[in-house]
Antibody
Framework: QLQLQESGPGLVKPSETLSLTCTVSGGSISSSSYYWGWIRQPPGKGLEWIGSIYYSGSTYYNTSLKSRVTISVDTSKNQFSLKLSSVTAADTAVYYC??????????????????????WGQGTLVTVSS | DIQMTQSPSTLSASVGDRVTITCRASQSISSWLAWYQQKPGKAPKLLIYDASSLESGVPSRFSGSGSGTEFTLTISSLQPDDFATYYCQQYNSYLFTFGPGTKVDIK
């Protein structure tokens, strides 16, 4: 059963860089079938997609965060990572990593796709404060 | 970016009630819509994808419908485990966006 686990500092100072890692177990991040994503949720608020990555390194970012976000993948460690620079209090949130399942045709052809998110990691709270 | 809205923002209901939540997109997203359930302190859980496809293991009392710009999530008979917040998400564009959520609480 695939599991995802976020890890990283729970407290980051304003103007510094937030760094998180998502470790995938029960499956290979190198599978050509999946995209992998980061989503965040400020306390008491809704969900915001941050970005997604394919095992090859192709990335897609939320335009509102693009100038500050870098997502990378380390296939040797079965991990992918998030860096968010120049953080402010507005970046305080629970950060989730998740997998994006592929499309499978009726003929069984599997195509990696940027679509829904399943499963999700349990999430990690990152607070931006001095 | 495609904007998503949900109504109502809060819904008070009783066990056994039929519950309907609406999600609207600012432009047509075909059937590229998912629904999630989130309980306090937990990650969202996928319920429905492609607007009407039930995720494996999700009870059949959950159903989704719609296409274009208007979608609904229906719970046919609300159970105690269903009190939670529900979010829609569009993936018509890779600039994924979520609705603001609908909280279903006990009447």
């Amino acid at each position: 059963q695939l599991q995802l686990q976020e890890s990283g500092p729970g407290l980051v100072k304003p103007s510094e860089t937030l760094s998180l890692t998502c470790t995938v177990s029960g499956g290979s991040i190198s599978s050509s079938s999946y995209y992998w994503g980061w989503i965040r949720q400020p306390p008491g608020k809704g969900l915001e997609w941050i970005g997604s990555i394919y095992y090859s390194g192709s990335t897609y970012y939320n335009t509102s965060l693009k100038s500050r976000v870098t997502i990378s993948v380390d296939t040797s460690k079965n991990q992918f990572s998030l860096k968010l620079s120049s953080v402010t209090a507005a970046d305080t949130a629970v950060y989730y990593c998740a997998r994006q399942p592929p499309r499978i045709t009726i003929f069984g052809v599997v195509t990696p796709s940027l679509n829904w998110f399943d499963p999700w990691g349990q999430g990690t709270l990152v607070t931006v404060s001095s | 970016d495609i904007q998503m809205t949900q109504s109502p923002s809060t819904l008070s209901a009783s066990v056994g009630d039929r519950v309907t939540i609406t999600c609207r997109a600012s432009q047509s997203i075909s059937s590229w819509l998912a629904w999630y359930q989130q309980k306090p302190g937990k990650a969202p859980k996928l319920l429905i994808y492609d607007a009407s496809s039930l995720e494996s293991g999700v009870p059949s009392r959950f159903s989704g419908s719609g296409s274009g710009t208007e979608f609904t999530l229906t719970i046919s008979s609300l159970q105690p485990d269903d009190f939670a917040t529900y979010y829609c998400q569009q993936y018509n564009s890779y600039l994924f966006t979520f609705g603001p959520g609908t909280k279903v609480d006990i009447k």
